[in-house]
């Protein structure tokens, strides 16, 4: 074999800390070695060059670059030495930047290992084989799970891609936390009348097919080809026959139930369609409250119901769909801030989160617009915001900044100075973060404008008290830092930013996608700056706020975004997998089955040779993690590109020392 | 007020210190003011903690120790429980009035004198009694005869002893305070 | 059960009625107290206020005398006590401030017993269902604001007892005893401590503030655990009103005199007459005949639900 040694400078990066020179002159020691040398930038184009140049002129038949992780350019090289005709996996890297330059300072120390990882490398290499990808096709269909702003522009611009989309939606009605909205920041348009034009496009487009109240139940398959297991919840009603004219709902005995759609604020019927625009337009009867369901007793539903739609035999439905990507845009749920006894632990009646708030102040929602507190009905003269609650707080495991609490802050100040306009609000912030297109404007409107005012402080403290007039106060216990005193406000009602996290149920999605997720909750891209919308699943992709904190203009932006990832990867006429997979040596397999019990992905079936049983590998199905490479007694099932050779060759480079 | 040369006037010697003793990390704060917000004293204080807090971090020692609110402190500890960052705040106070004594710079003398007659009482009987120890006190610091005004419905209660319970210890108890008293000089 | 019992140096003075009451309840409860042989004060305020190895010296000396008892466990009625101990119990598992508090005392410190509250161990160890059978005479009109002050609860790393922001320990066991608990605010603010003796505005005006809320949400009295608390609220009441210009008039109870009289017991154990805000015309008000308390009903402020679990998931 005839090995070429290219050892990167990475400007100052690593020759800074490593002796190149002195490492390619090494290598030159190493067995099959024929050629090294020390590049500037082996990545730039003279640097690729370089090396399409010395495989030509010296024969070679396999390259080691030392340089930086393989993550940031393996597939670069190898796509180096596959123009110069070497087979790509006759390429191998070794990482002498993070693992070397970067975390040591002693030159001496850091050429010398430098130098070994070379040889790890070219040791590898000199047990490569040439490998192939296989070639699959692509079912160009898409599944949107999350029908919140982020998921619907996903799901649009597929569709008007040619794209088929099934959209399934956990609650009864797509819109997201953007349905509830009363207004947004800073045009202050109506949420739902921009929404609601998108929300009837999803279903009315012949493209998307809407499956609302159901969840995921499973997914199996790889990028191309995955089969979707859909759990149809039970509504008890036959969608098909509902027309949403709510005589049930007007009829319905049981109307004492806390309101979802209105964050808790108000009551409902056990049988109801969420809001007057919901999409579908259709009812749903919720059965830990309906009295038919829970105790026999009732039906009224359907003796109203005009089109016999009532079913109270309905059961869950299980149905199954063929996609070849799959958008997560689940959005997100607040935290949950009654752990917080300092303010009253969710039990003080005019203590509201943003979002119920949001439906205090809509035409659609429980008080018809009109800002009433929800203890006594009065309209509240003195509002207090505090911002950052279960944000930017270590002490409850919640270190973030929640994002953009301190605009819809700004925003609920304006709008209730708009209502009542002998109100007074003061916002309790730590800082402003306003750093959008025309935000900041937008908060010191409300400042200057609406005459909010702005406390620099946390709260320390909300106690109820009974005002001389009867009437409940809340003491709202702060402090103006900017002062350098405590502060107290008696309000009438009391608004918190909460902090979000992923949406409830993210994590067992994710587990079920193979997708990874971190303990808030949020889905992780696979790259933070140039992977934003991709995972390290192939044909998974991240829209919304499910993957980090983001306000409506970046989710439709990032929902955008994931669409025109999966119209270019449907724009293939066939798929190439990677050759990185397990393999079966039959000879050894004693048909244990081991493997098959530890793979994740269920890539491997038994199959029966000569009588007796094997493994064996689904190619397309498996994603080369090892598992069954590291379970199997035999040493009988290897991982292409990392066999048991492979490794004990490096293995054997380094321990020689 | 006068401008604080900043650059000059820190003292990175005494933010160690404060962090050695106290067991924090004061870069932790970030100003958010919820133990001034809570602090019960505040109102009385003639520097809010969050400012006591920003001295220290500042390595101003001056203005960190001294200042009353040390000596009002109630010792509640609510700052601690509510601090966002999860900072001892009330025991980085405590550690504060600690170096404030030792470094002279006792800003409330009565708060002080209090104290003292407190602990003397225990050193000499190994406990307390209530009218030793305001006794003691108002002969040290002429003050407080506001408390007079609460001793007749106490004595009549009958909730004010006139002797200590001396204790059989109380040698033993007298020698914790000697050996303190030889390890501060 | 038997306890190694540290009454506290106000319990021989100020909160007499506190120590009577506590040894009697705990008899009629099963509990069987040992004075700690010899014990000392645990410093106080002043004591932790100066040093924290001075504090701790004075507090392991008790421990270290508790340690050589039989006992299952150590307990003081007094919070400020139990924060003394619980701290120096706490802060002595760093061998170098061991090394400070040893250097200070006749001898190194054994290892320590961990101590409670009276109430700690009275609310874990009986289920609110065994003292509501236990009750003699319910509480039928006592409208009990439960007033727990800061000690009890902080630092919860240390206290390690009850919500630090909104306790119900004592709402739980005045609700079992028969009482009415009232939604009270201010159960853990500071009532101003023993800065009173130097500065008198302090405590009237915290003290005040406590008063009043608990009146405005209409208590006819208060309940406290804490021998300073009840000093500042009940013997201090007077300056309060001063400070707040307004009458009180709310007698100031240990939560030990309410159970020993829920339970029957004598006034000698309870010494009623001890408290300065007079609580006599309020008990003779509870003449309510005898009857079982429902044990389920619970304390919690009125509030309405609003969880934001609807229906619709």
Redesign the interface.
């Known amino acids: 074999m005839r090995i070429g040694i290219f050892v990167c400078h990475c400007g100052s990066n690593i020759e800074a800390t490593v002796n190149t020179a002195a490492v390619a002159k090494k290598s030159l020691e190493y067995p099959d070695v024929v050629f090294a040398t020390d590049t500037m930038y082996t990545c730039s184009e003279p640097g690729q060059d370089s090396i399409v140049e010395a495989i030509k002129e010296h024969q070679l038949d396999g390259v080691v670059v030392a340089s930086c992780s393989p993550r940031m350019h393996e597939a670069t090289f190898r796509r180096t030495v596959q123009r110069a005709g070497i087979n790509p996996y006759m390429f191998e890297m070794a990482n002498i930047r993070e693992h070397v330059s970067w975390i040591g300072k002693d030159k001496d120390a850091n050429t010398n290992k430098s130098a070994e990882l070379v040889l790890l490398a070219s040791e590898k290499l000199r047990n490569n084989r040439p490998l192939f990808p296989q070639q699959f096709d692509v079912t160009k269909r898409v599944l949107v799970i999350g029908g919140g702003v982020a998921g619907i522009q996903a799901a649009l611009d597929c569709a008007d891609g040619g794209i088929d989309v099934v959209m399934v939606e956990?609650?009864?009605t797509i819109g997201g936390k953007m349905a509830k909205l009363d207004k947004t920041f800073p045009t202050i348009d109506c949420s739902s009348c921009v929404l609601s034009p998108k929300t009837v496009d999803v279903s009315q487009n012949e493209k998307i097919t809407l499956h609302a109240y159901s969840e995921i139940e499973s997914i199996s398959g790889f990028v191309g080809n995955f089969t979707v297991k859909i759990r149809k919840k039970s509504t008890y009603v036959d969608w098909t026959l509902c027309t949403g004219c709510g005589s049930c709902i007007e009829k319905c005995p049981s109307k004492k139930?806390?309101?979802?759609?209105?964050?808790?604020?108000g009551t409902?019927t056990?049988i109801?369609i969420?809001y007057p625009q919901a999409i579908p337009k259709k009812a749903?009867i919720?059965a830990?409250?309906c009295r038919k369901l829970r105790d026999g007793k009732c039906g009224v539903c359907a003796k109203v119901c005009p089109t016999g739609a009532i079913k109270y035999d309905m059961v869950d439905e299980i149905i199954e769909e063929q996609v070849g990507a799959v958008i997560t845009a689940t959005g997100y749920d607040q935290m949950d801030w009654?752990q917080?006894?300092?303010y009253?632990?969710?039990?003080?009646?005019d203590v509201?989160?943003g979002l119920?708030y949001e439906r205090l102040l809509s035409a659609s929602g429980p008080t018809e617009g009109h800002i009433k507190r929800?203890?006594d009905g009065l309209e509240p003269k003195s509002v207090v915001f505090i911002q950052c609650v279960g944000s930017r707080d270590k002490s409850i495991g919640r270190p973030y900044c929640s994002g953009f609490c301190c605009m819809y802050t700004a925003k609920q100040a304006i709008l209730t100075k708009d209502h009542v306009p002998e109100s007074q609000s003061y916002v309790f912030y730590m800082d402003i973060r306003a750093p959008g297109k025309m935000y900041d404007e937008f908060t010191r409107r409300a400042m200057e404008e609406y005459g909010t005012e702005y406390i620099r402080g946390r709260v320390s403290t909300i106690?109820?008290?009974?005002r001389p007039d009867g009437v409940v106060g809340y003491m709202v216990r702060g402090a103006d830092t900017l002062l350098g005193q405590p502060v107290e406000i008696d309000a009438d009602l009391v608004v918190l930013a909460v902090g979000v996290e992923g949406a409830q149920g993210a994590a067992q999605l994710a587990e079920k996608l193979r997708i990874s997720y971190d303990q808030y909750g949020f889905f992780m891209e696979s790259h933070p700056k140039l992977k934003p919308v991709e995972t390290n699943t192939a044909g998974v992709y991240l829209a919304g706020v499910c993957q980090g904190v983001k306000d409506i203009p970046t989710s439709v932006s990032q929902g955008s975004a994931a669409a025109a990832k999966v119209m270019a990867l449907f724009s293939k006429p066939k798929l190439q997998s990677d050759p990185q997979i397990a393999f079966v040596d039959i000879k050894r397999c004693i048909g244990c089955g081991k493997c098959i019990t530890v793979c994740p992905y269920q890539a491997i079936k038994e199959v029966s040779f000569r009588g007796a049983p094997k493994a064996e590998v689904v190619g397309t199905v498996c994603q080369g993690c090892g598992l069954c490479n590291a379970t199997c007694p035999q040493g009988a099932i290897q991982v292409a590109h990392f066999t048991d050779n492979q490794l004990l060759a490096e293995v054997n480079a380094l321990c020689q020392f | 007020m006068e401008v604080i040369q900043l650059d000059k006037a820190r003292n990175t010697n005494f933010l160690k210190e404060v962090e050695a003793e106290s067991g924090q990390k004061l870069s932790t704060c970030y100003q958010c003011g919820n133990c001034t917000a809570g602090c019960?004293?505040g109102?009385?204080y003639d520097r809010q903690v969050s400012q006591i807090m920003r001295a220290a971090q500042l390595g101003l020692k001056e203005e960190a120790l001294g200042n009353r609110s040390l000596w009002?402190c109630?010792?509640?500890?609510?700052c601690?429980?509510r601090c966002p960052n999860e900072i001892?705040v009330?025991g980085v106070m405590?550690t504060l009035?600690?170096m404030a004594?030792r470094e002279g710079y006792v800003n409330?003398r009565?708060?002080e004198s209090?104290?003292?007659a407190?602990?003397d009482m225990?050193s000499m009987n190994?406990?307390?009694?209530?009218?030793g120890v305001?006794a003691d006190?108002m002969l040290r610091t002429g003050?407080?005869w506001?408390?007079l005004?609460?001793a007749p419905?106490?004595l009549a209660?009958?909730?004010?002893?006139f002797f200590p319970?001396r204790?059989?210890?109380?040698k033993?108890?007298a020698?914790?305070?000697k050996?303190?008293a030889e390890?501060?000089s | 059960m038997k306890l190694a019992y540290y009454p506290g140096?106000?319990g021989?003075?100020?909160?007499?009625e506190y120590d009577v009451s506590t040894r009697a309840i705990c008899e009629a409860l099963g509990f069987t107290l040992t004075d700690i042989d010899?014990?000392?004060?645990c410093?106080?305020?002043?004591?932790?206020?100066?040093?924290?190895?001075?504090s701790g010296?004075?507090s392991a000396?008790n421990l270290a005398l508790a340690s050589t008892m039989e006992a299952d466990c150590v307990v003081t009625p007094c919070p400020s006590c139990l924060s003394n101990l619980k701290h120096a119990k706490h802060r002595m598992e760093d061998p170098a401030f061991k090394a400070k508090v040893d250097?200070?005392?006749?001898e190194p410190t054994p290892a320590l017993p961990e101590p409670y509250s009276v109430l700690q161990v009275i609310v874990e160890k009986l289920s609110m269902e065994e003292i509501a059978a236990k009750v003699k005479k319910p509480l039928k009109g006592l409208k009990v604001a439960c007033y727990y002050g800061?000690?009890m609860v902080?630092?919860?790393k240390v206290m390690q007892f009850d919500?630090?922001?909104?306790p119900m320990s004592l709402d739980n066991l005045l609700v079992a005893l028969g009482a009415e608990v009232v939604?009270f605010?201010?159960k853990?603010?500071?009532c101003?401590?023993?800065?009173?003796?130097?500065?008198?505005?302090?405590t009237s005006?915290?003290s005040g503030r406590i008063l009043e809320?608990a009146k405005?949400?209409g208590a006819n009295c208060v309940v406290s655990a804490c021998p300073l608390c009840q000093m500042n609220l009940d013997?201090?009441q007077s300056?309060a009103e001063e400070a707040m210009g307004q009458k009180f008039e709310l007698p100031i109870f240990y939560y030990t005199q309410l159970l020993g009289l829920a339970l029957g017991l004598d006034d000698s154990a309870l010494m009623m007459?001890?408290?300065?805000v007079s609580p006599h015309a309020l008990l003779k008000s509870l003449d309510a005949p005898a009857e079982a308390v429902a044990p389920e009903a619970k304390a919690?402020?009125k509030?309405?639900?609003?969880?934001?679990?609807?229906?619709?998931?």
């Open positions: 956990k609650t009864a139930n806390p309101d979802a759609f209105n964050e808790g604020i409902t056990a109801n969420p749903t919720y830990d409250v009654t917080l006894g300092e009253g632990a969710g039990k003080l009646p509201v989160t119920q929800p203890s106690q109820p008290h009974i | 019960p004293g109102e009385f009002l109630l010792a509640c500890s609510t601690s429980a001892d009330a405590e009035r600690s004594r409330d009565p708060i209090f104290w003292k407190f602990l225990v190994g406990r307390t009694f209530e009218a305001m006190y003050r407080g506001s408390n005004a609460m419905a106490a209660k009958g909730k004010m002893p319970h204790i059989k210890g109380r033993e108890v020698r914790i305070f050996r303190y390890k501060r | 140096c106000s021989e003075g100020t909160s007499k010899d014990w000392s004060c410093g106080s305020t002043p004591g932790h206020s100066l040093d924290h190895a001075l010296a004075l000396r250097e200070l005392l006749d800061c000690l902080r630092p919860p919500d630090y922001e909104n939604p605010p201010l853990t603010e500071c101003g401590a023993s800065l009173g003796v130097v500065d008198k505005e302090v005006k915290l809320r405005q949400f013997l201090r300056q007459n001890k408290l300065v919690e402020p509030a309405e639900d609003k969880s934001d679990e609807g229906a619709a998931s």
